[in-house]
């Protein structure tokens, strides 16, 4: 019913068998299904469910799922009218069951674990991925192994913790670290559900279904979304195409990646033409979710983007983040990580340098909670004004006539 | 079209009248609806426009909601199978655009805010409400007023201040502060939308309604619940009522609120057989979100649950909230505040006390995300495994053997 396939070489690998990468150049695989019947009506009380006739499960578990999906769209109110935009719209995906989009990999994944019969999953991360895993395998009762850096930040431990998987501070580089992982996992049959997994790109390519479904099938000229490693842009350019394929929609809206300007190898690879990045030696972002050196579908996004036919890479920098993140807040009251508010600040850029028109269809994909990510405070702190009971009144009054 | 009803006294005040409690005894209103058309599909983009056909408000502003409402119903997988349980359901709410319940309030008060005129609106809160006030008076466009204690923990300022609301640490009583700020809330103009405001209520038995929808009109038999100040209560109460009146549900569920025992006002007097609660001196609770020892709407609760007929209100103690919340965590995938967990912590009592059945479907309404509550990894650090890259593989597989 489906095959593994290599975006660079056209390699196919049976479905049944568990490979994440091509064994001839190692670029990652994704998912090429056969297209089945076609459903008319979207619905279903799981993510898997509503998009089954997309994805390339036959049987679906009924309890693995925690709410994933169906995040709001929220049309810009006052944002939109600053920037002189009619239809400026934010997919809220902080709203997922762990806060991050990852969530709809992560169900996927557990998905593919299952049917593979895999009794333990895992995976390297320290942000959003690492908590989504614990939880979803909580929920699948599946053994979780998670591995992360021993230089993490305590305060990023809880998220994680809490769902009490195997917690390992590994001493050692990282990208070391990412390759035993892998390899422990083979030999001992736990599955690492990557960031760029095929069955986690499927499940992350349900966020562009939606919002297509939530615009009644009038996609948007553009979706803006951050970009690291790449497997969340891999699967968004995906499932607009299967979209097109389907002629569900008329036409593709073009995919704007946003890096961190000091750690952005596949928008730089992008604005020079290339069809592969060069990996980076060092990073310098506050965006952490988003600060992969070595993004391992990046160039998989590179080649799908078709050299700018459908969409781009561009970047902005942590202060043009940081002013983003807090427009949003104050203007709209949406609390993202910074690492998703780059988006509305490459929506400003690209409309100072005449690359989207103000009359465009924009909708800015918001990946992470901003109660993710508290330490933002400690580089500027809450605004307060300290009086006593007494002294209230004349404050409130002086203040209200501001 | 409706009108606001003392509870107590029956006494009637007209629906455009700004008043939120009797002028005859001091207790809360609420709205009494004239039933008019009812629509046949419960649709549409806002929680507002979903419900409208049971809320008062004529037209309903398009672009004050942030997507709230339509939070996961999560069927108990494992929790239900180790209490023996066949329908256990958690009712996620802190899935909501701020992290918790209180944004369905939030959406219907500023909804009548608008509907009044007012330019400001406030609060008096330190938790979930303040960071929920502040963000949908951002979306609207509204001016902001939170007052909090001058003793709050600085963590908490942050998931409110990133609105920025005028945000006020005041020295003094907590509860001449709340006097003091409807006072001046009066004289300014500045709409205070408390806890208990009949039109928060409103907003909040909108997930009464949610839950039996989602369970296609099979209304559970229980719906557990945190009470604090009773106004969540109030709504989830009379949201049944309502829908019982309506002929939706054949029956109305029994309603059971939840109190630490170190804070149990409205708990005590139920059990004592009393119509209405002592104020408390004191309380001793970690449970910060359902701690108010004075609960303005606490004697409503008591009414309105006529003596047992609709409900009971129980108590759990720190110990046993604190295992639910690892419990949910561990064994479901689903990470809350300590004050959401007191729901599965008095489910199990309750199995124990044989005040209720295996056999009996049971929802558990979740209030808050785990995520505002970093705190309790202070008292119980995460567990973790510190080793080098080269020990890796022998620890992960010294624990795949566990």
Redesign the interface.
Known sequence: MASLVCSLCGATYPYVEHRQRCSKDGEPLHVQLDRGEEKKEIGGDSLLHRWQQFLPFGRIS??I???VG??????S??LASRLGMADLYFK?EG?????SFKDRGTVAGIQRALDLGFK?VGTVSSGNMAGSM??????A?L?C?I?VS?RILP?K????????P????????YG??YQ??L??GE????YFIVGDDPFRVEGQKTVALEICLEMNWQAPDFIFMPVSSGGNMSGVLKGLRELEERGMIARRPQVVGVQAEGSSPIAKAFLQGKESFERLQSTNTICGAITNPNPPSGNRVLRWLEGGRYGRVMTVTDDEALAAQ?EL???????VQPDSAVTLAAVRKSLEQGTIDPSARVVCILTG????D?S??KARP?????????G??D???S??KE
């Open positions: 009924d309890d799922d925690l709410g169906n995040t709001p769209l929220v049309k109110r006052r809220n709203l997922n069951p762990t806060g333990a614990a939880a979803f395998a909580a929920r009762g053994d192994f591995m021993s305060e431990l809880g998220p994680v913790g809490i769902y009490h195997y917690l390992m501070l590994v001493d050692g580089d070391d670290l035993e992982s390899r422990i030999e001992l049959g736990i807090r807040a104050e203007g709209e009251g949406i609390w909670n901003g109660l993710k508290p933002i405070f809450v605004e307060t004004r300290q009086v006593a009971l007494e209230l009144r404050l409130v009054t203040l209200s």
